[in-house]
């Protein structure tokens, strides 16, 4: 039975609102469209909780947030209320316009109920509501079509006060899936909710797995469609996130669900989707007998492994089953694009060719180390890499990784926790290596010429990236000029030296056989280097590369780990020449710092002239645990201080400068070479 009767009480009134299956309609716009429908009979109805005396400060007051999904053999179908109260006129302007996303591929959206409560009236808003369809790709940025449509609903004569009550359906299944299900629904926000209701039906026909975070059992019973699992809260305070945490850090309840009790049945289910017609095109023959003509197994392994990354552009079209279903081989060659999974696809079968041993690897490349805090299951991963096996070593390799070097030893290796292999007998998640600072470095040398005190200062930066992070500068520099490089470095050290002026062109190198290297060498001159007091010359000095590695977070007292920047290791090296052998000082001293977390050294080495400082940073991991933070902290605003001095050199500036132009005027004087 189709029909939905709905009560509303809101300060002891009542309103029932009930649409028969007659007045449903279909809304179209364009190619898409979604349909105006009662509720679904197998979803429940909760009552509003009456508002609370203060409300928490905010655009918004949450009044409801009820999913509900019923599980089918071959689909799963979603229900989802919410209500919230404007507070403001910024909450007028938020709730005014709702966003429902769906995938027109496998799903069908159904809009049930809009509804506005004001002074306890409630009113229907879904005849004068303007709804559009329209076609909204969030990572076409990115290279990446989905197929996706947004209902975007606007709702009429909302004001500060009101309450917005609305819910639709989602139904449908990607069909990659088949049988195979699961999910997450978080049960905690950044704003508190006066009611939250979860409920999982299981009509599938296969047990429910489940795996709970700081979240209570569900309340379980068997009703008409199968076993049915509630939680149901009131009262559900606010959950903080805190700026700067890794992004699989989970900082409020949740739920994972899924058909499957072990990784085993996902690596079965996906090594599935990597079967196809292994007879190449004529065009793949000949590149494979080019690669077979070869010889040299590492050269082949590199030259398939620039040929993927270079040659292939990364374009990926996923729609319907095409989000997890690579496109085979030949496609992919013949086109010169794909995604993630073609890649990796195309990876496999020219390595196979060649006698190599390879495999897709399912990852998540935003919380990869949660996974084994999930249930396993298929929805969890967002990208495919390969996992190759030569001369007893594993190498992991992401075929959409473009500014790698070239050869397999400089091959920078990915980290995204754990990786699922897909080969035969495959039963658990794979740890995946971390980074290594010794590895992954940066180093600097940075030389101050003066050739006297009354004129400028020749200043000379030679930068070395290695590893990670030369493929991490080679991925900022692709998409700008060099112009945009030397405006970027004049800016910088301007700060520190207004004077400053560039004295020829940066130069830089990238050196990706046989090593991984990026060389950036700069020139300039600084005019007001010195400030002469007497027989004192003062000038600034800064360890300009560790800047960004020793900015302090936004939030200091932390209960949640914090992001940074490692593994990686700088030296920066500082150089002054002096034209005359003074005695030179600095106010600052050496330092050594060592936490757990990080390494920190500076030594001075001096002589007459001449001044030498060297800093050293080593961040050896890439978070902060939580009960290390005030440490970390507390080093980073040691090295902050560290790292930037002032110096004097002590002297009589007011005779010649140089004893090389000094020599050089008495001989032209005398006619002498």
């Given at each position: 039975?189709?029909?939905w009767?709905?009560?509303?009480?809101?300060?002891?009134?009542?309103?029932?609102?009930?649409?028969?299956?007659?007045?449903a309609?279909?809304?179209?716009?364009?190619e898409?469209?979604?349909?105006?429908?009662?509720?679904?009979d197998?979803?429940?109805h909760?009552?509003?909780?009456?508002?609370?005396?203060?409300?928490?400060?905010?655009p918004?007051?949450?009044?409801?947030?009820?999913?509900?999904?019923?599980?089918?053999?071959?689909?799963?179908?979603?229900?989802?209320?919410?209500?919230?109260l404007?507070?403001?006129?910024?909450?007028?302007?938020?709730?005014?316009?709702?966003?429902?996303?769906?995938?027109?591929?496998?799903?069908?959206?159904?809009?049930?109920?809009?509804?506005?409560?004001?002074?306890?009236?409630?009113?229907?808003r879904?005849?004068?509501?303007?709804i559009?369809?329209?076609?909204?790709?969030?990572?076409?940025?990115?290279?990446?079509?989905?197929g996706?449509?947004?209902?975007?609903?606007?709702?009429?004569?909302?004001?500060?006060?009101?309450?917005?009550?609305?819910?639709?359906?989602l139904?449908?299944?990607?069909p990659?899936?088949?049988?195979?299900?699961?999910?997450?629904?978080?049960?905690?926000?950044?704003?508190?909710?006066?009611?939250?209701?979860?409920?999982?039906?299981?009509?599938?026909?296969?047990?429910?797995?489940?795996?709970?975070?700081?979240?209570?059992?569900a309340?379980?019973?068997?009703?008409?469609?199968?076993?049915?699992?509630h939680?149901?809260?009131?009262?559900?305070?606010?959950?903080?996130?805190?700026?700067?945490?890794?992004?699989d850090?989970?900082?409020?309840p949740?739920?994972?669900?899924?058909?499957?009790?072990?990784?085993?049945a996902?690596?079965?289910?996906?090594?599935?989707?990597?079967?196809?017609?292994?007879?190449?095109?004529?065009a793949?023959?000949?590149?494979?007998?080019?690669?077979r003509?070869m010889?040299?197994?590492?050269?082949?392994?590199?030259?398939?492994?620039?040929?993927?990354?270079?040659?292939?552009?990364?374009?990926?079209?996923e729609m319907?089953?095409s989000?997890?279903?690579?496109?085979?081989?030949?496609?992919?060659?013949?086109?010169?694009?794909?995604?993630?999974?073609?890649?990796?696809?195309?990876?496999?079968?020219?390595?196979?060719?060649?006698?190599?041993?390879s495999?897709?690897?399912?990852?998540?490349?935003?919380s990869?180390?949660?996974l084994?805090?999930?249930?396993?299951?298929?929805?969890?991963?967002?990208?495919?890499?390969?996992?190759?096996?030569?001369?007893?070593?594993?190498?992991w390799?992401?075929?959409?990784?473009?500014?790698q070097?070239?050869?397999?030893?400089q091959?920078?290796?990915?980290?995204?926790?754990?990786?699922?292999?897909?080969?035969?007998?495959?039963?658990?998640?794979?740890?995946?290596?971390?980074?290594?600072?010794?590895?992954?470095?940066?180093?600097?040398?940075?030389?101050l010429?003066?050739?006297?005190?009354?004129?400028?200062?020749?200043?000379?930066?030679?930068s070395?990236?290695?590893?990670?992070?030369?493929?991490?500068?080679?991925?900022?520099?692709?998409?700008?000029?060099?112009?945009?490089?030397?405006?970027?470095?004049?800016?910088?050290?301007?700060?520190?030296?207004?004077?400053?002026?560039?004295?020829?062109?940066?130069?830089?190198?990238?050196?990706?056989?046989?090593?991984?290297?990026?060389?950036?060498?700069?020139?300039?001159?600084?005019?007001?280097?010195?400030?002469?007091?007497?027989?004192?010359?003062?000038?600034?000095?800064?360890?300009?590369?560790?800047?960004?590695?020793?900015?302090?977070p936004?939030?200091?007292?932390?209960?949640?780990?914090?992001?940074?920047?490692?593994?990686?290791?700088?030296?920066?090296?500082?150089?002054?020449?002096?034209?005359?052998?003074?005695?030179?000082?600095?106010?600052?001293?050496?330092?050594?710092?060592?936490?757990?977390?990080?390494?920190?050294?500076?030594?001075?080495?001096?002589?007459?002239?001449?001044?030498?400082?060297?800093?050293?940073?080593?961040?050896?991991?890439?978070?902060?645990?939580?009960?290390?933070?005030?440490?970390?902290?507390?080093?980073?605003?040691?090295?902050?201080?560290?790292?930037?001095?002032?110096?004097?050199?002590?002297?009589?500036?007011?005779?010649?400068?140089?004893?090389?132009?000094?020599?050089?005027?008495?001989?032209?004087?005398?006619?002498?070479?």
């Open positions: 039975m189709n029909r009767i709905h009560f509303l009480l809101v300060a002891g009134l009542s309103a029932l609102l009930a649409l028969s299956p007659s007045q309609k279909t809304i179209t716009s364009g898409y469209s979604l349909e105006v429908s009662p509720a679904p197998w979803a429940t909760e009552t509003l909780q009456a508002l609370p005396a203060q409300l928490n400060n905010g918004s007051h949450f009044r409801l947030v009820s999913r509900q999904v019923l599980i089918s053999p071959l689909s799963d179908h979603y229900f989802l209320e919410f209500a919230a404007a507070a403001n006129h910024q909450g007028v302007k938020e709730l005014s316009k709702l966003e429902l996303t769906f995938n027109p591929a496998f799903e069908s959206m159904k809009l049930h109920s809009l509804q506005v409560e004001r002074n306890g009236v409630v009113s229907d879904l005849e004068t509501a303007r559009n369809i329209i076609n909204q790709e969030p990572e076409l940025v990115n290279d990446l079509f989905h996706l449509a947004t209902a975007v609903v606007v709702v009429p004569d909302l004001r500060v006060g009101d309450t917005l009550r609305y819910s639709y359906s139904e449908g299944r990607n990659v899936y088949g049988k195979q299900f699961g999910g997450y629904f978080q049960m905690g926000w950044e704003a508190s909710v006066d009611l939250v209701n979860l409920g999982i039906i299981n009509a599938s026909g296969v047990p429910l797995q489940l795996k709970l975070h700081e979240l209570p059992p309340t379980e019973s068997k009703g008409k469609y199968g076993i049915e699992y939680w149901r809260q009131t009262k559900v305070p606010r959950y903080s996130y805190e700026e700067g945490a890794p992004a850090v989970k900082w409020s949740y739920v994972t669900f899924s058909s499957s009790d072990n990784w085993a996902i690596a079965n289910w996906a090594s599935g989707l990597y079967q196809f017609d292994n007879t190449p095109s004529p793949l023959t000949k590149y494979v007998n080019s690669l003509a010889g040299n197994q590492a050269k082949q392994i590199e030259e398939i492994v620039r040929f993927v990354q270079q040659d292939i552009r990364y374009f990926g079209i319907g089953q989000s997890h279903v690579p496109h085979t081989p030949n496609q992919v060659f013949e086109r010169r694009y794909g995604d993630c999974k073609d890649k990796a696809n195309l990876m496999n079968f020219l390595l196979s060719n060649v006698g190599i041993d495999y897709p690897a399912l990852v998540n490349t935003r990869g180390r949660s084994p805090e999930q249930q396993p299951s298929g929805v969890l991963f967002d990208h495919v890499i390969n996992l190759v096996e030569f001369n007893g070593k594993h190498y390799i992401d075929g959409t990784n473009h500014v070097a070239q050869g397999l030893e091959l920078t290796q990915p980290d995204f926790g754990y990786a699922l292999v897909l080969r035969q007998g495959e039963s658990a998640l794979t740890a995946m290596p971390q980074s290594s600072p010794a590895a992954d470095r940066i180093d600097v040398e940075q030389s010429i003066a050739s006297g005190y009354d004129g400028p200062v020749d200043m000379y930066v030679v070395r990236y290695r590893g990670k992070e030369a493929d991490r500068m080679r991925y900022q520099l692709q998409g700008v000029s060099t112009y945009d490089v030397e405006q970027h470095y004049l800016n910088y050290y301007a700060k520190l030296y207004p004077g400053i002026r560039l004295q020829a062109p940066v130069l830089i190198h990238d050196s990706k056989e046989g090593r991984n290297e990026i060389l950036l060498r700069e020139q300039y001159q600084i005019d007001n280097f010195w400030n002469i007091e007497g027989k004192i010359a003062n000038f600034s000095m800064l360890a300009f590369k560790l800047t960004d590695l020793i900015q302090l936004s939030v200091i007292q932390r209960t949640q780990p914090m992001a940074i920047s490692g593994p990686v290791s700088v030296n920066h090296t500082i150089r002054v020449s002096l034209p005359q052998p003074v005695q030179v000082h600095v106010n600052g001293e050496d330092l050594i710092i060592d936490t757990p977390s990080l390494a920190y050294r500076s030594s001075e080495l001096g002589r007459p002239g001449t001044l030498i400082r060297q800093h050293s940073l080593v961040l050896k991991q890439d978070r902060i645990p939580a009960a290390e933070s005030a440490e970390y902290v507390d080093a980073l605003k040691k090295i902050d201080r560290d790292i930037y001095y002032t110096g004097t050199a002590e002297g009589d500036f007011t005779q010649p400068s140089n004893p090389g132009i000094d020599y050089l005027e008495q001989h032209l004087n005398t006619g002498t070479r």
